[in-house]
């Protein structure tokens, strides 16, 4: 059964700051994998997504690459603003699941001023 | 990209009661999913919600507790039934239509608070 890790389950930095957000999955045969933002009472926003012959995509100052044989994926945030607070979260969609999404731990980000 | 809306966003029950949650989208979508997120968790799989027949739950899941319907392909309704204080989550439905990339696409969800 696939388990999907993130760490660290909370973060705290300044304005400015880069920051590295990872995510673990135990099971490498995966279809794809979805990174997601949560705002508190509010549904998800999808970031972005890395299929499983990809090794990185780009969105503004999201990065999102992806290790497949390791069962690894990191968010990479460039230069935090506060507006990025929010819980994060990542998801694969194992192959021949039609499209099951199983869901990490997520990652509860505040930027401070 | 897919709008979806969910109907209520949020509501308070009494134990032993039924609610049925709806989930409208803006287009034809092939897969719609509903989620649930207890307080504090991520989010779990409950069903797949197939057009025309009956839904396929995940394990734990049951169709007497979860009864869910899927008339055409832009709405599904959950109902969660004979409520109890752990039924106390966020219900969100979610879309795909498939293929490539395959990404997916959540509603607002509905805050459920039982008594």
């Known amino acids: 059964k696939q388990e999907v890790t993130q760490i660290p389950a909370a973060l705290s930095v300044p304005e400015g700051e880069n920051l590295v957000l990872n995510c673990s999955f135990t099971d490498s045969a995966i279809y794809n994998l979805q990174w997601f933002r949560q705002d508190p009472g509010k549904g998800l926003t999808s970031l972005l997504l890395i299929q499983s012959s990809q090794r990185e995509q780009t969105s503004g100052r999201l990065n999102a690459s992806l290790d497949k044989s390791s069962g690894r994926s990191t968010l990479y945030i460039a230069a935090s603003q506060p507006g990025d607070s929010a819980t994060y979260l990542c998801?694969?969609?194992?192959?021949?699941?039609?499209?099951?999404?199983?869901f990490g731990t997520g990652t509860r980000l505040q930027v401070t001023l | 990209s897919a709008v979806i809306s969910q109907k209520p966003s949020r509501d308070i029950c009494q134990r032993g009661t039924s609610l049925t949650i709806q989930c409208q989208v803006d287009?034809?979508?092939?897969?719609m999913f509903w989620y649930r997120q207890q307080p504090g968790q991520s989010l779990t799989l409950i069903a797949t919600?197939?057009?025309?027949?009956?839904?396929?739950?995940e394990s734990g899941f049951v169709i007497d507790k979860f009864p869910i319907s899927r008339p055409n392909l832009t709405f599904s309704t959950l109902t969660v039934s004979n409520m109890s204080p752990e039924d106390s989550s966020i219900y969100l439905c979610?879309?795909?239509?498939?293929?490539?990339?395959?990404?997916?696409?959540f509603g607002p969800g509905t805050r459920l608070t039982v008594l």
């Open positions: 287009s034809q979508v092939t897969m």
């Open positions: 998801a694969v969609i194992d192959t021949g699941t039609a499209s099951k999404l199983t």
């Open positions: 979610s879309v795909g239509r498939g293929g490539v990339p395959d990404t997916q696409y």
């Open positions: 919600a197939n057009q025309g027949s009956e839904a396929t739950y």
